[in-house]
């Protein structure tokens, strides 16, 4: 009996344990949400509450009467989307040549782009801020698209590169033999079975760009090309915080990501495993 008590015993702690881990990732969560819906005259209050009974929907209203928010979501779309594309398929094209094809300086360039996606963003923003000067592309989405390149395409090779090593050479020799090219090899054999690699890189580049704030707060000035996270800073005043707004674009900033993540959350897995396996 004393070593089945003793069994439940820490049973029972370790679930109380993960019940409170849960409990603390969840109630930011949760507040988030609750803010977003609560009425003003609950926000600002010396006790706050921890439930509504009249939830309201007059922060999200007023934040797109009253602020660019539209604006701010297009701008995140349009340069989140261009950065994808651009990272994908150079971060493919680099990953398929570091894995696969043998040439003098290849584990160079190897371990220059793992370098490069290590070196924070505080110490680049300093020199991207004087080359985008010099080529008048400051307070431009374009511009802002580049800078992101510095680091989801080292991301995306990073990534893809463990998964185009864990695929059997055999099938891309054996598509050699029967008169196709290297490209004609990478397009019709290797991309689709990389499918779910690719995938698992495009949706961490997405989410990489899409809540990417010092770039976009340095290297924008104009508020109407603002991206949602430098966009959501104008809601703060001095000392006086506009939480309902706030929240309330806090949480519409999280749906396209929860989105993706949960209709490809399969690919993140498969990609993500197989690539550390073999790689």
């Known amino acids: 009996m004393t070593y089945r008590l003793q069994r439940l015993t820490w049973q029972l702690g ?3 344990f ?15 949400l609750l803010t977003a819906v609560k009425p003003a005259s609950l926000t600002y209050t010396a006790k706050p509450a921890l439930w509504t ?8 209203v007023e934040l797109f009467q009253e602020y660019p928010f539209h604006l701010w979501m297009f701008n995140s779309l349009w340069v989140t989307i261009a950065n994808c594309a651009i990272a994908v398929a150079v971060g493919t094209t680099a990953s398929y040549s570091l894995s696969r094809l043998r040439y003098p300086g290849r584990q160079f360039l190897s371990g220059f782009f793992f370098f490069v996606y290590l070196v924070p963003a505080s110490l680049l923003f300093i020199p991207l801020y004087v080359i985008l000067s010099d080529y008048r592309l400051l307070d431009n989405l374009w511009g802002l ?7 989801t395409i080292p991301f995306c090779t990073w990534i893809l590169k463990a998964y185009f090593a864990g695929i059997p050479i055999d099938l891309e020799e054996a598509a050699l033999v029967d008169g196709a090219n290297r490209l004609q090899a990478l397009v019709r ?10 995938a698992a890189a495009t949706i961490f580049a997405f989410t990489l760009s899409w ?13 109407r090309k603002y ?12 000392d006086v915080f506009l939480w309902g707004q706030i929240m309330s674009g806090a949480v519409l900033m999280s749906v396209p ?7 490809a959350q399969r690919f993140v897995v498969t990609g993500l495993t197989a690539g550390a396996v073999k790689g």
């Open 189 to 198: 054999i290797l991309l689709p079975i990389a499918a779910p690699g690719i």
């Open 14 to 16: 370790g679930y109380l």
């Open 53 to 60: 009974w009249e939830p309201s929907l007059a922060s999200f």
């Open 227 to 238: 991206t949602l996270s430098p966009g959501l800073t104008t809601l703060v005043y001095g």
């Open 18 to 32: 993960l019940l409170l881990i849960l409990l603390i990732i969840a109630f930011p969560i949760y507040w988030i």
């Open 145 to 151: 698209t580049w800078t992101y390149l510095t680091f």
């Open 211 to 223: 809540n990417e704030f010092l770039y976009a707060f340095i290297f924008l000035q104009d508020e």
């Open 257 to 263: 990501v929860l989105f993706l993540y949960f209709f």
